[in-house]
Nanobody
């Protein structure tokens, strides 16, 4: 059983920074992919950033240049560093893990991820 637990969300002013963490436990696929998604009230969940075990990262255009994804294999943890936050970044953020390899062009697609965390709220005030 794979479990993911997010942390690091909170309230921050526009222009500020936050770092989200996701601790992964259980038997993950060594060729799998980790990702961050977000869902704002009244909107669909969208992919933000993904990182494969092959080292290839995918960043959504809406956050490119502001968000980065990284992992610490020794800690079984991956991160989302969010800089220059904007009010439109306000959302519940979820980490996710795939059960197998995900092609780069699919890494921000929800249905490729089998395991999900409970989410952590990020609120950016103007």
């Amino acid at each position: 059983q794979v479990q993911l637990v997010e942390s690091g969300g909170g309230l921050v002013q526009s222009g500020g920074s936050l770092r989200l963490s996701c601790v992964v436990s259980g038997d993950t696929n060594p060729n799998g992919c980790m990702a961050w998604f977000r869902q704002a009230p009244g909107k669909e969940r969208e992919g933000v950033a993904a990182l494969g075990r092959d080292g290839a990262a995918v960043i959504a255009d809406s956050v490119k240049g502001r968000f980065t994804i990284s992992q610490d294999n020794a800690k079984n943890t991956f991160y989302l560093q969010m800089n220059m936050l904007k009010p439109e970044d306000t959302a519940m953020y979820y980490c996710a893990a795939s059960s197998g390899y995900v092609f780069t062009y699919n890494r921000l697609r929800q249905l490729d991820y089998a395991y999900w965390g409970q989410g952590t709220q990020v609120t950016v005030s103007s």
